[in-house]
């Protein structure tokens, strides 16, 4: 509804032209949103995938960004359809799943221009390097050695699938890239640009009145508290190493997060909401993990109070109904905030 409503009139327009790609980017924005729903499903659960991708939504950022004709749209919705084919890969050592990521991934190779200082391609290789080399060290951390030969065999040639597709379908696009010099300019890296990028999801947002509410962070409140709760959560997790090797999820995670603020940490105009937006289906993951671990610990406070929880399985479970009912009601009341910041605040301002 967010990505629909008032399309024609909201933000201003003034050709015809201009509406089609703009209904063309909020066709982009739902597929985007379903996306997240099925990588998230894909790596963890239905649950956190429903919460995730509700967050993608009704998000101010992402909203925003469907609601233009800048085709860094394009940057969310092929990341998540190229991990959830490369992890739906891994997981079932299905051919299939690496022919798609890699078309996906080649298609993100598209000749954008240097307004976006990075094309994807440039910096996808290296995540999904991380996560090949991750998971290898998982099974031969993990495996019986035969077991391990088989997986790794299977594991390899389907990475190099993956790259070879990845390579022929972005090929025209690299070939028109190198000829006209475009989307391969680096920025220079300082210490104020990285401060700035990670401060503009709780503190200060990007400052082009275009993309951001002057003077206000990418999020709202809640939703920039929950995100700092977890990503602190899912890092330490990360950290911990168990069984002697970093798990492979959030490795996928933490350096697809990382990777992608790299063209804000190289902009001159940091901090950058629509260049670092590759990193966006990864933050709305990290915000629901924090929400959900909030309302674990509020069902488990609600059980040790109530003294009848602990004999009564029906109390128990009338816990959980309420976390849930509470929960509910605030994801819709987020959900009207972002509302009312994009329709009431911004739209206002334009």
């Known amino acids: 509804m967010f990505r629909m409503y008032g399309l024609d009139t909201l933000p201003p327009i003034f050709e015809n032209k201009l509406l089609s790609l703009r209904v063309f980017s909020a066709l982009i924005g739902i597929l985007t949103i379903i996306g997240t729903y099925l990588l998230t499903k894909e790596m963890f659960n239905w649950k956190l995938a429903s919460i995730a991708s509700y967050l993608m939504a009704i998000s101010f950022w992402h909203v925003n ?91 390899l040639q389907g990475f190099v699938i993956f790259f070879l597709i990845a390579l022929v379908v972005s090929l025209p696009s690299l070939i028109s890239m190198w000829q006209n010099q475009q989307g391969l300019y680096l920025g220079t890296f300082s210490f104020s640009n990285f401060i700035k990028t990670f401060g503009m999801f709780n503190f200060s947002g990007d400052l082009n ?18 995100f700092i709760i977890g990503f602190i959560n899912e890092f330490t997790h990360w950290l911990k190493r168990k069984h002697g090797h970093f798990s492979t999820t959030h490795t996928l995670l933490f350096v697809w997060f990382f990777t992608m603020l790299i063209p804000g940490f190289l902009s001159s105009n940091s901090p950058d909401s629509f260049l670092t937006v590759g990193a966006l289906p990864v933050v709305m993951i990290f915000t629901a993990q924090g929400i959900k671990w909030f309302f674990e610990k509020l069902s488990l406070w609600y059980k040790i109070n109530d003294r009848h929880s602990i004999h009564l399985p029906a109390q128990t479970g009338e816990s959980h109904a309420i976390t849930t009912l509470v929960m509910i009601l605030f994801l819709f009341s987020i959900g009207f905030m972002e509302y009312w910041r994009y329709f009431k605040v911004w739209v206002v301002s334009q």
């Not at 009145?209 to 929950?226: A, C, D, E, R």
């Open 65 to 155: 960004l469907s609601r233009t004709e800048n085709i860094a749209i394009m940057i969310p919705f092929l990341m998540v359809y190229t991990f959830f084919f490369l992890w739906r890969g891994i997981k079932t050592n299905n051919f299939y799943n690496f022919v798609m990521a890699g078309i996906f991934g080649g298609l993100a190779c598209l000749p954008t221009g240097r307004d976006l200082v990075f094309t994807p391609f440039t910096l996808t290789p290296f995540i999904v390097v991380a996560v090949f080399v991750n998971y290898w060290w998982y099974l031969k951390k993990d495996f019986g050695y035969s077991k391990y030969e088989h997986t790794k065999t299977k594991l």
């Open 209 to 226: 009145p275009k993309q951001n509410i002057p003077n206000s962070p990418i999020f709202s409140w809640p939703i920039g508290i929950f």
